[in-house]
């Protein structure tokens, strides 16, 4: 049980293309959904806790209009990166925790290698 | 203080070996405890949920000391399929998760 689904799993594109992320909960349903970024060799860094039916909460340094995050249902999150430039190729990981209560385990995607050219 | 530390490593052992890592939270309200498992250009797999009573899963054996507030991670008989980064994670009810950076480890023959 608890498998979460991320696509795509590779992205290549050209500089100023938007791209979209996709996670979904297979099998459960997550009221809270994170989206982390990870660059080679360093720690996972938290860009942005979705919560299913309201906006989405950023952390500090995050452009929220750079990047779009829209909780629509309790199984699916979904990430834009908007106008997406060489910085910001990078690891990016969905997260999503069970409903049923806050001191649940999260679950990951496999992640999204993005790479801007 | 940073909210959750981990020693980044990395800890080189041979195969065979134990070896433990600690992780230490800031916060004593917290409520839950995880250790994670992260290869080279992979996502987070969660490895083993951490219990007040400590908990075993094979090989691997998790503690948590309220008192001292940090958790540890044992690994007997070490494989080479042990190498990885160990992220410790740290929950507090329904606010955001909180990671370790991560303690890396190399098994090697």
């Known amino acids: 049980g608890a498998v979460v689904s991320q696509h795509p799993s590779r992205v290549i594109c050209k500089s100023g293309t938007s791209v979209k992320i996709e996670c979904r909960s297979l099998?459960?349903?997550?009221?809270?959904m994170f989206w982390y970024r990870q660059f080679p060799k360093q720690s996972l860094m938290l860009m942005a806790t979705?919560?299913?039916?309201?906006?989405?909460?950023?952390e500090q340094g995050v452009e929220k209009d750079k990047f779009l995050i829209n909780h629509a249902s309790l199984t699916l999150s979904t990430l834009t990166v908007t106008s997406a430039h060489p910085e910001d190729s990078s690891f990016y990981i969905c997260?999503?925790?069970?409903?049923?209560?806050?001191?649940?385990?999260?679950?990951f995607g496999d992640g999204t290698r993005l790479s801007i050219l | 203080r940073k909210e959750v530390e981990q020693d980044p490593g990395p800890f080189n052992v041979p195969e065979g070996a134990t070896v433990a890592f600690n992780c230490t939270y800031s916060n004593s309200a917290s409520q839950s405890f995880f250790w994670y498992r992260q290869d080279c250009r992979k996502e987070p797999k969660l490895l083993m949920s951490?219990?007040?009573s400590g908990n075993e899963d094979g090989r691997f054996t998790a503690q948590l000391n309220r008192a001292s507030q940090y958790i540890s991670l044992l690994i007997r008989d070490s494989k080479l399929s042990d190498s990885a980064t160990y992220l410790c994670?740290?929950?507090?009810?329904?606010?955001?998760?909180?990671f370790g950076r991560g303690t890396s480890l190399i098994v090697h023959p």
């Open positions: 997260s999503a925790r069970s409903s049923t209560g806050g001191n649940q385990p999260q679950h």
């Open positions: 994670v740290v929950n507090r009810g329904s606010y955001i998760p909180t």
């Open positions: 951490v219990y007040s």
């Open positions: 099998d459960f349903q997550a009221t809270t």
């Open positions: 979705s919560n299913e039916g309201s906006k989405a909460t950023y």
